[in-house]
């Protein structure tokens, strides 16, 4: 099927390529030109694993190509649109100009039996709006929530765990659904459940997944404070509780919190919008989540200023991870870079290291020193925090060889990847979160 995507970033650019590695012929339109240079190039514009592969085997195959073009849309059954929606400036409300962008330089281009098709996380009622500009086109819109992991967005969009459809009613509506159902036809084809729904419930179902997500993770880190004040240990209160197959043991990782360009922006857009709608106190706890949230990168900038004695000032310490989570490169509301920005205002001379993400880190951040190496980075610390858990930091660096580079033997684990008994072991103090 001939398919179009506007926007080509974390979302939008790997939904083209998976598209096209399932046989589809797509286009990925975008506005930015450095981002469609390098798609073109076959690179990928940000690290995602798998995307490198997927981009240039189906450019290879004439499959997928990329243009700043809009009218390039034309001709294509389905358009999908992939943009941002991030938090507005001045406010907790999502900004929904790229949506309205994306919709007005495809309206000009849609035919007769078009459908448009919205993956874009929205506030409730986003789409029925939209419906109105596009239905006098003779397009129908349907809206088709994207629930990819970075790290695993490749995975996520090729095989999905469900397919969420938010289609108007009537015919129109289940010839939408039919044209979906031959789009993502390998997952059909496997019984991956594919739910139908209004345009309201649709975009319902992505923020109240995010948000609960958030919600399962700040729990977790509220048990964390609890732990903190009565000596428990909540990584083994998190197993325990795990085991009931109610719970699940997944979202349950006590640490400095989440981040990301979802799930933060995704509750303050939810509340916002439940207060539109008269019902804020219906998600009135997800204000609660969001300061259990941030409250958790105090503490671990507290760990550090307690480990040194009181005071950071003047003394080297090694942040171990900069991006919101392992296996990506995204530093949009980093809970790891925000903790680095923290030490380094309290005066603490700080490097940063990451796999992938010191590019981006940079950018936002220049104030900071930042080192490729891990080693190197380790060097003459004072002390040393991991903030994202990273193989290269979690599994892959034994305490005795931290001990031959740094000065200091102090390790905050800012997300429990590490094991305390054998950091203690080589003789450093060990500080966990909600760990004794
Ligand atoms: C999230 C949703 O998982 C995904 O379904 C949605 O489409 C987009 O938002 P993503 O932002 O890629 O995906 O990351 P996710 O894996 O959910 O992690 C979010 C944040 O929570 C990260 O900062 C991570 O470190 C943190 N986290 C996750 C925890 O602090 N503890 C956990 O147990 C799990």
């Known amino acids: 099927m001939k398919l179009s995507v506007i926007g080509c970033g974390y979302l939008g650019a790997v939904h083209a390529a998976a598209m096209a590695s399932i046989g589809h012929e797509v286009v990925g339109i975008d506005v930015d030109q450095r981002k469609i240079d390098s798609l073109s190039r076959g690179e990928a514009p940000f690290f995602e694993p798998g995307l490198q592969e997927i981009l240039t085997e189906t450019i290879a195959s004439g499959r997928l190509r990329f243009t700043t073009d809009p009218a390039a849309a034309k001709g294509s059954k389905v358009h999908f649109i992939g943009v941002g929606t991030p938090q507005q400036k001045d ?31 929205v506030p409730v009622g ?40 938010g289609v108007p009613a009537g015919p129109e509506g289940e010839r939408a659904t039919e044209t979906l159902r031959e789009v993502y036809h390998p997952s059909v084809a496997k019984g991956t459940p594919f739910i139908v729904t209004d345009y309201a419930t649709a975009e319902l179902v992505k923020v109240s997944a995010n948000a609960f997500l958030a919600t399962k993770i700040s729990f977790i880190n509220a048990m964390a404070e609890i732990a903190e004040v009565t000596g428990a240990d909540v990584t083994q209160l998190a197993d325990a509780i795990g085991h009931d197959a109610r719970i699940g043991r997944r ?56 480990g040194l004695g009181g005071s950071v000032y003047e003394r080297n310490v090694t942040v171990l991870g ?78 005795e060889h931290a001990s031959t580079l740094t000065t200091g033997r102090v390790i905050v684990d800012g997300r429990n990847g590490l094991d305390p008994a054998a950091w ?11 760990r004794p």
């Open 91 to 121: 406010g907790h409300a999502a900004d929904l100009t790229y949506v309205n962008t994306a919709v007005n330089s495809l309206i000009p281009h849609l035919a007769e039996g078009d459908i448009v098709a919205g993956k874009s996380t």
């Open 126 to 165: 986003t789409a029925a709006g939209l419906a109105e500009r596009i239905v006098p086109t003779g397009a129908t819109l349907v809206w088709n929530p994207e629930f990819l992991r970075e790290g695993y967005a490749v995975q996520d969009t090729i095989d999905p765990d469900r397919l969420v459809a």
């Open 251 to 306: 979202f349950l990782g006590a640490g400095i919190g989440f981040g990301g360009g979802c799930l933060p922006k995704d509750i303050r857009a939810f509340s916002a919008r439940a207060e539109e709608l008269g019902r804020g106190e219906s998600v009135a706890f997800l204000r609660e989540i969001d300061e259990i949230n941030l409250r958790r990168r105090d503490r671990a900038v507290q760990l550090v200023v307690d």
């Open 322 to 399: 900069a991006a919101f989570k392992p296996h990506s490169d995204d530093i949009r509301d980093s809970p790891a870079l925000d903790v680095a920005v923290r030490l380094h205002g309290l005066g603490a001379k700080v490097t940063v290291t990451d796999p992938a993400a010191i590019e981006n880190a940079r950018r936002v951040h220049p104030q900071l020193a930042y080192v490729e190496d891990r080693d190197e980075a380790l060097r003459d610390a004072d002390a040393v925090i991991l903030v994202t858990e990273w193989d290269e930091y979690r599994r892959q660096l034994p305490p």
């Open 424 to 434: 203690r072991a080589a003789g450093w103090t060990y500080y966990g979160m909600g």
